[in-house]
């Protein structure tokens, strides 16, 4: 992560900001460190937690696939709340490489030891976002006449009327401030536990991200690769 963007990003998590968990699954992923923690004073067992931002790429099940493109091959992106807001996130064969060499580099022996990670991975807006995916949409030939993508957000108050009754809605309800709250992850301490972190420029983990999804055909229109991208702070 840039020094220029950790002064401009209102939160830039450090390993030592203090964790005040405000949602169910912040609760729980708290209780499970402290266990951890525990465990290693107790059992001798040695922990190493990599804490990610938002996980995309090598799979589907995330918010990527689930909700931001699933119409994209119709020119359709739904972005989940500000786009200029910076949002944290985590292009998984990036972490994993970071998980593999975390791994490679802590002693099989060295036992009784708590050690919390942070991957910065890729700190981007929603509108950095918008600029990758409508590079892969001309090249897909999904991209409308006009040339601009169609935005909509997700409907927050009807959500909020459901979560009563409806436990996966109640759950994405519970994380809607972390897409209008800038925030970042500070990856000092992993960088200098295994070098340069790995990091895909954040272009080319887009568009293998969305490709490896198959939302569709190509259309008739369809282009090769742009050059000369927009994306900056991803890169």
């Not at 450090?14 to 525990?38: F, M, S």
């Not at 970071?98 to 890729?122: I, K, N, Q």
Request: positive net charge.
């Amino acid at each position: 992560m840039s020094t220029t963007l950790a002064r401009t990003c209102r939160r830039c998590w450090r390993l030592d900001t203090p964790q005040r968990p405000g949602t169910g699954k912040g609760r729980i992923r708290v209780d499970l460190e402290q266990q951890l923690a525990q465990a290693t004073r107790s059992r001798g067992i040695r922990a190493v937690v990599i804490r990610a931002g938002d996980f995309f790429g090598a799979g589907s099940g995330s918010w990527l696939d689930q909700v931001i493109v699933k119409k994209l091959p119709q020119g359709r992106v739904t972005w989940p709340g500000s786009r200029d807001a910076p949002h944290a996130w985590a292009y998984l064969p990036d972490l994993a490489q970071a998980f593999v060499r975390v791994a490679e580099t802590t002693p099989a022996t060295a036992g009784g030891r708590y050690e919390c990670l942070h991957f910065a991975g890729h700190t981007v807006t929603g509108q950095d976002w918008l600029a990758a995916l409508t590079d892969v949409a001309w090249e897909q030939g999904w991209l409308p006449a006009d040339g601009a993508l169609r935005t909509g957000t997700l409907p927050w108050g009807m959500m909020r009327l459901l979560s009563p009754f409806n436990a996966t809605v109640a759950s994405l309800l519970e994380m809607r401030y972390l897409w209008d709250l800038p925030h970042a992850l500070d990856g000092a301490a992993l960088a200098r536990r295994i070098g340069s972190e790995p990091h895909t420029p954040f272009g080319d983990a887009v568009r293998t991200a969305i490709l490896a999804l198959d939302l569709g055909p190509r259309g008739a229109n369809a282009a090769g690769p742009r050059t000369g991208g927009t994306v900056t702070q991803g890169a």
